[in-house]
């Protein structure tokens, strides 16, 4: 039979119990063509160009009928390809991060879906306020007194939340 790759993107998120997930994707390709009863082989890697070797994937049953626009799959959060697929809270969450540590936040922290983070704080600690390097980039961010608790090593000793 031959594969069909659908490019997809994530419409909604539900999460009844914990560890359920139930995602909904639509194509931008025009609509999914499948039978009742197929399966969707899932893969996250986008380069994957539909011939070679799978990536790293898992197949799913679809509980949306062919004549539906978008797909929807439930799971539960099992194994390891599972646990990559659970979305994480946004609500309250904490970034902690010491002197250079911070350049894995920076993008996140400069993108707009960082707006998606509700009450999020970031904690930073350094040596000292010379090595706080990040300054310029801390300060473009919306509320960033109210976001980034910045503590100094030789003032306020080592890092205490």
Partial sequence: MLQKKYPSKIVSINNPFQGIFTLEFKTSVGRYKYLPGQFLHLAVDEDYDGFGQWPDSR???????????????????????????????????VFI?????????????????????????????FRSKEYNIYTEELERLSNSSKLVKSFYENINGLLNI
């Fill in 97 to 125: 991060a010491g002197g250079t540590g911070i350049t894995a936040f920076l993008s996140l922290f400069s993108h707009e879906s960082f707006n998606q983070y509700i009450n999020p704080r970031i904690y930073l600690g």
């Fill in 59 to 93: 197949c799913f049953s679809m509980q949306s009928n062919p004549n539906e626009e978008t797909i929807k799959i439930t799971y539960a959060v099992k194994g390891l390809f599972t646990r990559q697929m659970e979305p994480h809270n946004k609500l309250n969450t």
